[in-house]
Nanobody
Framework: QVQLVESGGGLVQPGGSLRLSCAAS????????MGWYHQAPGKERELVAT???????NYADSVKGRFTISRDNAKNTVYLQMNSLKPEDTAVYYC????????????WGQGTQVTVSS
């Protein structure tokens, strides 16, 4: 059974930082592209960042220079370091895993709420 379990969300003031973690089980982590998406109320789910098994990263323009995605293959965990947070970053953040060998094998976590407010 595949599980993606996010943690690290919460309430933070504008300009603050949070670090999200996503622990994966039930998959061969090293062959999966991992990613983070977010969904604000009334909006579509959007890409935040992805990282391939070899470390290649991709970011949404809105988070470039503020967010950093990383992975630890030994711990089957992907991270999202979020700095200089803005109110518009408020959303539910979802972890995503997609096999690089069999792309139809894709999974989502349950989401973690991030709220940026003073």
């Amino acid at each position: 059974q595949v599980q993606l379990v996010e943690s690290g969300g919460g309430l933070v003031q504008p300009g603050g930082s949070l670090r999200l973690s996503c622990a994966a089980s039930g998959i061969i982590f090293s062959i999966y592209t991992m990613g983070w998406y977010h969904q604000a109320p009334g909006k579509e789910r959007e890409l935040v960042a992805t990282i391939r098994s070899g470390g290649y990263t991709n970011y949404a323009d809105s988070v470039k220079g503020r967010f950093t995605i990383s992975r630890d293959n030994a711990k089957n965990t992907v991270y999202l370091q979020m700095n200089s947070l803005k109110p518009e970053d408020t959303a539910v953040y979802y972890c995503y895993a997609r096999s690089q060998i069999a792309p139809m094998q894709a999974y989502w976590g349950q989401g973690t709420q991030v709220t940026v407010s003073s």
